[in-house]
């Protein structure tokens, strides 16, 4: 039985792109990437973010967690070379789901529904994979969604 090695760009590509972006994205499936790798987080108004850390480094004085943000306030935050606006995982599920499959990373166990409920509605379910470093977490998510 032939094995296969399975290219997964990790946060997209950060070559010549900020991580987590659409266009790092686009550039990682490009370069040959079956899938992208990324975390999701939840804005203060309840939107999903496509973004790695709990924070962003907005001000003078330091970072603001983006719990602490609503999606209208981070719109005019860019990415650290200016390359990209962050996204919101419903676009990035909508613009790439015709030319890569997802691996999705769950930080935070309260987000967990919301995520999956979208992958489902949007039928992207047999194109993603559900990750993440609590397995405690992950237990919970294939009892719940054993599909």
């Known amino acids: 039985m032939k094995k296969k090695i399975l290219f997964i760009g990790h946060r997209g590509t950060i070559i010549d792109y900020d991580e987590n972006t ?4 686009e550039a990682a499936i490009k370069s040959g990437a079956q899938y992208i790798e990324f975390d ?3 804005l203060k ?16 004085d ?3 967690y983006l719990k ?20 919101l995982l419903s676009e990035v599920l909508d613009k790439l ?6 691996m999705i990373e769950l930080k935070e166990e309260e987000i967990k529904n ?3 409920n979208m992958v489902i509605k949007k039928g992207l379910l047999k194109d993603c994979i559900i ?4 397995y405690e977490l992950l237990r919970i998510i294939k009892k719940e969604f054993p599909k």
């Open 22 to 25: 659409l266009k790092s994205f």
């Open 40 to 42: 999701v987080r939840r």
């Open 45 to 60: 108004d309840g939107n999903l973010l496509v973004f790695h850390d709990a924070f962003i480094d907005k001000t003078k």
């Open 62 to 64: 330091g970072s603001v």
């Open 68 to 87: 602490d943000l609503t999606y209208a306030e981070l719109k005019n935050c860019k990415t650290k070379i200016r390359t990209a606006e962050i996204s």
């Open 97 to 102: 789901a015709k030319k890569t499959k997802f």
């Open 114 to 116: 919301d995520v999956i």
């Open 131 to 134: 990750c993440g470093r609590n």
